[in-house]
T-cell receptor, first 115, second 114 residues
């Protein structure tokens, strides 16, 4: 079945350093949708990035990611971490192009940024 | 104004009881979902509905029953509650046609079963 793997459960960074959170996936669908959701403490998940185009960089709020179908990856990056980036980050996959398709989430990566 | 309303925000129940979690969305979406998040598991898909019809069910237990009385409502009835049902339940919605299928999440209902 479809699955998403986030290898880092916890990432701790100093403010100003670059961020890279890994995400790989497995799916039977040839045109999956990939998403990054961010969840701050006591809040609900909020969409950060999305992509379904191979090798095209997508950016939002200083974060960026590129879907690479050849390596089944969708890593999240940011050039300089901020204290406010501390949150739980989920990579998610939707294999079906129908709008009622379920999101399959990875285990999540907790990012902690300190000064 | 919140676009997805979930009620109640917090819910405490005793083992064996029954509860209904309410979800209403005012985004004009035609697909709605339930997800569960607990300490043991990350975000986990439960159900999806499209135009008030069940599309996908990943919940093994029949104790969980979604109910769609209106096109922008998707409630979740849970019977015979167990302590393992303790989790935060998120309702989400998306536009099925003409959209990019991104899902928007409600604020969640935190359920504690004693």
């Amino acid at each position: 079945g479809d699955s998403v793997t986030q290898t880092e459960g916890l990432v701790t960074l100093t403010e100003g350093l670059p961020v890279m959170l890994n995400c790989t996936y497995q799916t039977i669908y040839s045109n999956p949708f990939l998403f990054w959701y961010v969840q701050h403490l006591n809040e609900s998940p909020r969409l950060l990035l999305k992509s379904f185009t191979d090798n095209k960089r997508t950016e939002h709020q200083g974060f960026h990611a590129t879907l690479h179908k050849s390596s089944s990856s969708f890593h999240l990056q940011k050039s300089s971490a901020q204290l406010s980036d501390s949150a739980l980050y989920y990579c998610a996959l939707s294999g079906n192009q129908g709008g009622s398709a379920k999101l399959i989430f990875g285990e999540g990566t907790k990012l902690t940024v300190s000064s | 104004d919140p676009k997805i309303i979930q009620k109640p925000k917090y819910l405490v129940a005793v083992t064996g009881s029954e509860k209904i979690l309410i979800c209403e969305q005012y985004l004009g979406h035609n697909a709605m979902y339930w997800y569960r998040q607990s300490a043991k598991k990350p975000l986990e898909f439960m159900f999806s509905y499209s135009y008030q019809k069940l599309m996908d069910n990943q919940t093994a237990s029949s104790r969980f029953q979604p109910q769609s009385s209106k096109k922008n409502h998707l409630d979740l009835q849970i019977t015979a509650l167990k302590p393992d049902d303790s989790a935060t339940y998120f309702c989400a919605s998306s536009q099925e046609t003409g959209g990019t299928y991104e899902q928007y999440f409600g604020p969640g209902t935190r359920l504690t079963v004693l």
